[in-house]
T-cell receptor
Framework: GENVEQHPSTLSVQEGDSAVIKCTYS??????FPWYKQELGKRPQLIID?????GEKKDQRIAVTLNKTAKHFSLHITETQPEDSAVYFCAASRPNFGNEKLTFGTGTRLTIIP | ETGVTQTPRHLVMGMTNKKSLKCEQH?????MYWYKQSAKKPLELMFVYNFKEQTENNSVPSRFSPECPNSSHLFLHLHTLQPEDSALYLC?????????????FGPGTRLTVT
């Protein structure tokens, strides 16, 4: 089955700097890669996703890049703010006739230092 | 609280007890999911129901028994649990199963098995 590895497990950046979180996946058939953000004591929420037919997607300060050949994808947060502090999870899914399921990484705890 | 709700929010049970976790979604969705979130581990998919039919059982021990009486409600019946089952149990829902449909998570039930 699919295996998703996520690095780093913890990341601290100065407010205003950029943060990058990387994930690798094992199943070359995977074609959907979402990122979830989980603030302390709250539920995970989808923040951005990318499908394998594109290499990059942006939404304001957040971007995700995908390298299908290398089987890795990354989350980029620019101009970080205190409210970006959270645990971020990547995930991957392969096609399965409508029965797709997400395989998650272990999470990255991002701390923004004021 | 709107969206996806879970009760109870916290549960402490002995290994010989029987208890149930409840999830309810108010989004008109047709797919519901149970996930287990343990410290330093990926979010683990346990069960998926799509239009009330179970489509996924991710090799979950039989001491966990799901029930989906309708598209709005999902239960997880627990019996004879082990201390290693202590974790945050998250419910999620989506319009239907498949990667075109965002999963919305509930706040979780923090389970402690003593």
């Amino acid at each position: 089955g699919e295996n998703v590895e996520q690095h780093p497990s913890t990341l601290s950046v100065q407010e205003g700097d950029s943060a990058v979180i990387k994930c690798t996946y094992s199943d070359s058939a995977s074609n959907y890669f979402p990122w979830y953000k989980q603030e302390l004591g709250k539920r995970p929420q989808l923040i951005i996703d990318i499908r394998s037919n594109v290499g990059e997607k942006k939404d304001q300060r957040i971007a995700v890049t995908l390298n299908k050949t290398a089987k890795h994808f990354s989350l980029h947060i620019t101009e970080t703010q205190p409210e970006d502090s959270a645990v971020y999870f990547c995930a991957a899914s392969r096609p399965n006739f409508g029965n797709e399921k997400l395989t998650f990484g272990t999470g990255t705890r991002l701390t923004i230092i004021p | 609280e709107t969206g996806v709700t879970q009760t109870p929010r916290h549960l402490v049970m002995g290994m010989t007890n029987k208890k149930s976790l409840k999830c309810e979604q108010h989004l008109g969705h047709n797919a519901m999911y149970w996930y287990k979130q343990s410290a330093k581990k990926p979010l683990e998919l346990m069960f998926v129901y799509n239009f009330k039919e179970q489509t996924e059982n991710n090799s979950v021990p039989s001491r966990f028994s799901p029930e989906c009486p309708n598209s709005s409600h999902l239960f997880l019946h627990l019996h004879t649990l082990q201390p290693e089952d202590s974790a945050l149990y998250l419910c999620a829902s989506s319009q239907r199963q498949g990667t075109h449909y965002e999963q919305y998570f509930g706040p979780g039930t923090r389970l402690t098995v003593t």
